[in-house]
C-alpha cells in the first residue's frame, strides 16, 4: 500500500475480533484514537498511560460505542521497574488470556535544548519514557506475543534527529533500531509482524505545548491516521515487516475515510 491507500484503509469490522491488544499512552492524542479503533474493530484494549482519569474517558468512550469492554492499566513509564512490566504481563495474561498486539505509542518531549544545556536528570528521563520503556515492556510482552497467531508491534516513530531535540530525538532514532532489530529477529518464526509509523506533525497538546504560536486548525486530528494503525495491527498487513511509513504534514481538515467518506 502506499501512503494514500494506507489513510483511506477501511477494514471489515471483525479485523480484531477476539484479540487482546495492548496501547500505551492511550489517554490522549493519538493512543486515544487507536484505542477506540481497536476497539470499534473488536479487540480488548489495555489502556496504559499514567493518568488514570483520563483512562476512565478512554474507558468510558469505548464502552459507550457497545465495543468490547477496555482494560485499564495506569503505571507510570519513568518511574516503573522492570518487576511492574513483567507484573503487567503476568496480569495480562491472568485476566485476559493472551495478548496479540501492542502500539507503543507513549511519548514525552521535555522542550528543545542545545545538549550544552541539557540537564542531565531531563536526559535520563526521555530516553526511559521515549525508549527504554519500549524495550522493558517489549521484552515483558514476548512470551505472550509468541504464542499469538498474528501478533503485531507498532512503534510510534519520529524522524526527530535534528537539533535542539536532545534526548528526545536521540530516544526515537534508538526506538527505530529497536524496530528494525526485533522485525529481524521475528521475521520467521515464530513471526512477529512489526512496523512504524511516523505521522508527522498532529494536532496533539503535546504539539501544542511546544509550538504555542501555531495554529492547531492547520493540523490533521489523530483520527486522520487510524488507517494506517488498523492496517499494521492487523492481519491484512501479512508478513509486511520491520517498516517505517512516513507522513507528509496533513491539511488540518483530513479525515479517516471510515469516519467520514469523501462525497
Known amino acids: 500500500m502506499d501512503h494514500q491507500q494506507l489513510l483511506d484503509y477501511i477494514p471489515d469490522k471483525t479485523l480484531l475480533k477476539d484479540r487482546v491488544i495492548l496501547v500505551t499512552g492511550a489517554s490522549d492524542g493519538i493512543g486515544r484514537a487507536i484505542a477506540k479503533a481497536y476497539a470499534q474493530h473488536g479487540a480488548t484494549v489495555v ?40 507484573k503487567m504481563a503476568e496480569i495480562i495474561a491472568e485476566q485476559l488470556g493472551r495478548l496479540d498486539g501492542i502500539a507503543l505509542n507513549a511519548g514525552w518531549l521535555p522542550g528543545y535544548t542545545p545538549l550544552k544545556y541539557y540537564d542531565v536528570e531531563m ?46 530525538g536521540v530516544a526515537k532514532a534508538g526506538s527505530d533500531a529497536l524496530l528494525k532489530i526485533m522485525a529481524d529477529e521475528y521475521s520467521d518464526k515464530p513471526f512477529i509482524r512489526v512496523n512504524g509509523i511516523d505521522t508527522g506533525p498532529v494536532r496533539t497538546h503535546l504539539r501544542t505545548h511546544h509550538f504555542p504560536g501555531e495554529d492547531p486548525d492547520t493540523l ?3 483520527e486522520a491516521f487510524t488507517g494506517a494503525y488498523l492496517y499494521f495491527m492487523g492481519s491484512d498487513a501479512g508478513t509486511q515487516t520491520g517498516e517505517i511509513i512516513r507522513f507528509e504534514r496533513l491539511p488540518g481538515d483530513a479525515c479517516w475515510l471510515g469516519a467520514c467518506p469523501r462525497i
Do not use: Q, R
Not at 476512565?56 to 492499566?73: K, L, R, S, W
Not at 522493558?136 to 531535540?165: Q, R
Open 123 to 168: 536526559w535520563s528521563k526521555a530516553l526511559t519514557t521515549n525508549l527504554h520503556a519500549n524495550f522493558l515492556i517489549v521484552k515483558a510482552c514476548l512470551p505472550l506475543l509468541e504464542k499469538a497467531d498474528d501478533a503485531a508491534v507498532i512503534f510510534s516513530s519520529h524522524a526527530a534527529s535534528e537539533a535542539y531535540n536532545g534526548a528526545y
Open 220 to 222: 490533521a486530528k489523530p
Open 47 to 86: 489502556l496504559l498511560s499514567k493518568t488514570i482519569k483520563k483512562l476512565e474517558a478512554v474507558y468510558d468512550e469505548i464502552t459507550e460505542m457497545g465495543a468490547p469492554e477496555p482494560a485499564i492499566y495506569p503505571l507510570h513509564l519513568e518511574g516503573a521497574s522492570v518487576h511492574d512490566y513483567e
